[in-house]
């Protein structure tokens, strides 16, 4: 990872660090930045936020920081909008808001780029291609064309550049990374260096189309035998890493209400259908679309639910499955112990986890939501309490378990929006119903057994030449105990003091009133010149800690 102390050298980076900051600045959220010992950067951190910033909230003005730090800010906060377990609801909700107004390239730019990347012109390639952009995102724009044989298609075309300022970004990002977590008690809560990582990988393959390539062609094997459910056809021979071809989707977005009333289509099907394909994709391939908002939905002929912009998906593993399946089984059966546990097995939880309390905050949720009727269940309120009551308690959650409730969350916002009475809680219920059938199949019990045979067997080669090993070096006296205590040096130093600063008194005091000898005037000089250095030492660590409680407030 490139150190922010190694881009400063660098004239165009650090033109860009000093961008970064000072925007942070201007918007009020550098403070953090301020006490850090480096000239460079205190220049760049003059000014602070304007006047008219001082009646935005916190998440607002990071919002408007990242629209006005352009691209790939953009994009890492539509990426962190999908962790409500990691930065709250509030934040999300206003990070989902971020839109990109990226000017499309120009036609012969595109046509350089197609060319470059297939080897042909779009005119020698296509019977027709529009040189206007039909739409232009934060990372690529779209063109609609023809393909010689006739069908219509749209040509998703990456922006020029665009993978060099996203990858400069993110090694700044980097390093500020790296800042906050060795400086800020606050933000290193939040994991900043591994969040970075994250973003970068996020990134780096959404402006790589040969991974949507592939999620579209994954969907469509998927859902080849439901004919309510249609992705676009990709063209694999017109597509590469900066270029993709795909089938022209003719219908209604979701986001056109207009346009879906005046279909005549019972719309409330229609939500039934698209969440039933949503729910499939979840509990039964792990591998879902990831961002099921009104404009990546389209409504068909026929009623038939199409899927736009595969660039986001989400995978969970079956581990995670399981483990999601039995909170749902937990949440229903009111159990909150159960509901703890797996939120604790899940999770990474801190080392000062209050578990009784965690539990009673669950049992709380669990008596406001349970025995409500399927018709008056708030899924999306739910699953927001949920994750608020876990971030409150410093649990950090996998990221593919954020972007999953965050999925679900927005499935039910946009489902409501077809059929304002949609319940996707009575939908998910069959799904755990399939859950415990699919757990007790003789097949998968047999594949448990077996799992747990080959890890018993390991144990059981391993463990008689562990034991061996031991047993030599107890008798050789080179068996050696090693404990590690983390972050206790401060406390025991001080401890240490402070009972020889307790020690030093103690003694100082008898000598002084038993006047040992040497006396002046009948005062014993030891015990008054230790009585005197007892109060100093005691006033010094009673600084010390006092400084050390103000660090860990900051």
Known sequence: MMKLSTLVRLDQSAKR????????????????LSHLDYDWLQRYLKGGKIEEMRDLTTPQRIRLS???????????????????DLIGAELTEELSK???????????????????????????????????????ASIGQVHRAVLKSGQEVVVKVLHEGIEEVVKQ?????????????KNSTQL??????????????????????????????????????????????????????????????????????????????DLCEFAYCGANMYLDMIFRDGFYHADPHPGNLMLLEGGIVGVLDCGMVGRIDAELREGIEDMLLAAVEGDSNELAEQVMRIGQTPPELDRDELRSEIGDFLADYVGQSMADFDTAGAMTRLLEAIRGFHIIMPSSFGLLLKTLVTLDGTSRLLTPNFSLASMIKPYYKKAIKRRLRPKRLLSEVHRSYRDWKRLADALPRDLTDII?????????????HRRLEGTVDRLVTGLLTAALFVGSAMMWSTAAPPTFKGVSLFGATGCVLAFWMGFRLSRTIRKSKKRAKK
């Not at 970004?169 to 977590?181: C, F, N, T, V």
């Not at 030599?472 to 590690?484: M, S």
């Open 17 to 32: 660090v000093a961008e970064i900051v000072g925007v942070l600045a201007k918007y009020g959220l550098a403070d953090w």
């Open 66 to 84: 990242m629209t006005e730090l352009g691209t790939s800010f953009i994009k890492i906060g539509q990426i962190l909008s999908t962790r409500p």
């Open 98 to 136: 971020l839109q990109s107004n990226t000017p499309a390239d120009d036609y012969e730019q595109v046509s350089k780029t197609i060319k470059a990347e297939l080897g042909s012109s779009p005119d020698d390639l296509f019977e027709s291609f529009e040189h206007e952009a039909l739409a232009s």
């Open 169 to 181: 970004d993110l090694e700044i990002l980097s390093g500020l990374a790296e800042l906050a977590e």
């Open 188 to 265: 290193s809560s939040y994991q900043p260096v591994a969040n970075a990582k994250y973003f970068e990988r996020t990134l780096l393959r959404e402006m790589d189309f040969e991974y949507e390539r592939r999620h579209l062609e994954a969907f469509a094997k998927n859902f080849q035998n439901d004919p309510q459910v249609h992705f676009p056809e990709v063209y694999a021979e017109y597509c590469s890493r900066r270029v993709l071809v795909m089938e022209l989707l003719r219908g209604v977005a979701v986001s056109d209400e207009e346009g879906l009333k005046a279909s005549g289509v």
């Open 472 to 484: 030599a070096r107890v008798r050789k006296g080179t068996f050696e105990v090693q404990l590690e």
